[in-house]
């Protein structure tokens, strides 16, 4: 059985590589975001087709243009986790 460190350690990094993975995508759909809540407050249009389509939009076309460093990045992170799966397994 895996001591209590141990599997801090494995969620911590887990979770790190989570929050690197998806920040760069919530910071684009976000920023997205602002400006179009910016243009219907100063042009009054409330129509929600409006707000939700260029957000999905921008969402697809940053996972379609990051997804390449994202498979990439968790790779590596596989790698290193099964490299280092020996002393997980003491």
């Keep these: 059985m895996m001591p209590a460190d141990q599997i801090v350690t494995l969620a911590r990094t887990t979770l790190q590589e989570v929050a690197v993975l ?5 910071v684009i ?3 997205i975001s602002l400006l179009i809540n910016i243009v219907q ?13 260029p957000r999905l939009f921008a969402t697809g076309a940053a996972l379609f243009f990051l997804m390449p460093w994202m498979w990439r ?3 590596q992170f596989t790698v290193r986790t099964l490299a280092d799966l ?4 003491r």
């Excluded at 998806?22 to 919530?26: A, D, V």
């Excluded at 020996?86 to 397994?89: G, K």
């Design 41 to 53: 407050v100063l042009t009054s249009l409330q129509e929600i087709t409006i707000s939700t389509v």
């Design 73 to 75: 990045h968790l790779g």
């Design 86 to 89: 020996q002393q997980y397994l």
């Design 22 to 26: 998806t920040i760069p995508i919530l």
């Design 29 to 31: 759909v976000v920023g």
